[in-house]
């Protein structure tokens, strides 16, 4: 679920859309809609998601091909035509993100008030690894609160987060530690509010319950569009939202935005699903 995106191979085709590309909608189709049936489907049932949800036939074909190429799908012959299979790789990566977007199984447990502090200085020279590094941290919960330390309340995360630096080779360069604050320097709430601008991610909260909670009810090819738009947002949320535990955030209303936001996924998945089976050949 950690994948980067890769806005360069649409945007020169690319509508409007509310996806960020052409790959962050194909992973999400993948995860929802593919991976679920364990059977391969065709190039056209591809193309007719993503150029569902607003982009262009060339710019889905390049994402397409770019998820055979790193290995995220596998291509097999059907006749003239090429069918798509999740490779295990994949399946383990959607397997590894279920908890993380959807935190439900972690509701309630207990904070024992040890953090895990990250200090790893990357020169600005190394932009590919900053960015890398960064987008990584980020998705395992880590905040920023000031150039080179990086923290969370989420101590289980050190492996995950071990490998992505050894993965990029920063290990030489980087101290770690597990502790409790201490009285010297700044308080913890003010820790919380330099590592997360928490006011833009309730913002953006307030903005996916605008744009998705609505009462309308959708089918066929409306249906599988919506569906696939609230797949992607929810995947994204990790990103944004470092879900704290309650003792740093007690009322955080971004929680009840995603409890809901699931529930409308629950409600509205079985249209998405049943257009989807019919358009995949797979009912």
Same mark, same amino acid.
């Given at each position: 679920?950690?994948?980067?995106?890769? !806005?360069?191979?649409?945007?020169?085709?690319?509508?409007?859309?509310?996806?960020? @590309?052409?790959?962050? &909608?194909?992973?999400? %189709?993948?995860?929802?809609? +593919?991976?679920?049936?364990?059977?391969?489907?065709?190039?056209?049932?591809?193309?007719?998601?993503?150029?569902?949800? $607003?982009?262009?036939?060339? &710019?889905?074909?390049?994402? /397409?091909?770019?998820?055979?190429?790193?290995?995220?799908? @596998?291509?097999?012959?059907? $006749?003239?035509?090429?069918?798509?299979?999740?490779?295990?790789?994949?399946?383990? /990566?959607?397997?590894?993100?279920?908890? !993380?977007?959807?935190?439900?199984?972690?509701?309630?447990?207990?904070?024992?008030?040890?953090?895990? +502090? /990250?200090?790893?200085?990357?020169?600005?020279?190394?932009?590919?690894?900053?960015?890398?590094?960064?987008? &990584?941290?980020?998705?395992?919960?880590? $905040?920023?609160?000031?150039?080179?330390?990086?923290?969370?309340?989420? +101590?289980?995360?050190?492996?995950?987060?071990?490998?992505?630096?050894?993965?990029? $080779?920063?290990?030489?360069?980087?101290?770690?530690? %597990?502790?409790?604050?201490?009285? /010297?320097? %700044?308080?913890?709430?003010?820790? +919380?509010?330099?590592?997360?601008?928490?006011?833009?991610?309730?913002?953006?909260?307030?903005?996916?319950?605008?744009?998705?909670?609505?009462?309308?009810?959708?089918?066929?090819?409306?249906?599988?569009?919506?569906?696939?738009?609230?797949?992607?947002?929810?995947?994204?949320?990790?990103?944004?939202?470092?879900?704290?535990?309650?003792?740093?955030?007690?009322?955080?209303?971004?929680?009840?935005?995603?409890?809901?936001?699931?529930?409308?996924?629950?409600?509205?998945?079985?249209?998405?699903?049943?257009?989807?089976?019919?358009?995949?050949?797979?009912?």
């Amino acid at each position: 679920m950690s994948l980067m995106t890769d !806005r360069a191979a649409e945007s020169a085709e690319r509508p409007a859309t509310s996806i960020g @590309s052409a790959r962050s &909608a194909l992973i999400s %189709i993948l995860g929802e809609l +593919v991976a679920p049936y364990r059977q391969p489907v065709h190039t056209a049932a591809l193309l007719y998601a993503l150029t569902g949800v $607003g982009f262009g036939e060339s &710019a889905s074909r390049q994402a /397409i091909a770019r998820a055979g190429a790193s290995g995220l799908i @596998s291509a097999e012959r059907d $006749g003239r035509e090429t069918k798509w299979a999740v490779t295990e790789r994949t399946y383990e /990566i959607f397997r590894e993100g279920v908890n !993380r977007v959807f935190p439900d199984a972690s509701a309630g447990r207990r904070w024992d008030g040890k953090w895990l +502090v /990250i200090i790893v200085p990357i020169p600005e020279s190394h932009r590919a690894t900053r960015k890398k590094l960064y987008a &990584a941290l980020r998705w395992a919960g880590f $905040g920023n609160p000031s150039a080179g330390i990086w923290v969370t309340p989420h +101590v289980e995360r050190l492996p995950e987060a071990q490998a992505a630096i050894e993965s990029l $080779g920063l290990s030489t360069n980087t101290i770690s530690f %597990i502790g409790s604050t201490a009285t /010297i320097g %700044i308080p913890e709430a003010e820790l +919380v509010e330099r590592s997360w601008d928490l006011e833009k991610v309730s913002a953006a909260y307030d903005e996916l319950r605008e744009r998705f909670d609505h009462p309308e009810q959708l089918a066929g090819k409306d249906a599988l569009v919506a569906h696939i738009e609230l797949i992607d947002a929810l995947r994204h949320t990790p990103y944004m939202d470092p879900q704290l535990p309650q003792e740093l955030l007690p009322d955080w209303p971004g929680l009840t935005v995603v409890h809901r936001l699931q529930a409308l996924r629950a409600e509205r998945a079985p249209a998405a699903h049943a257009h989807w089976l019919t358009i995949a050949r797979l009912d």
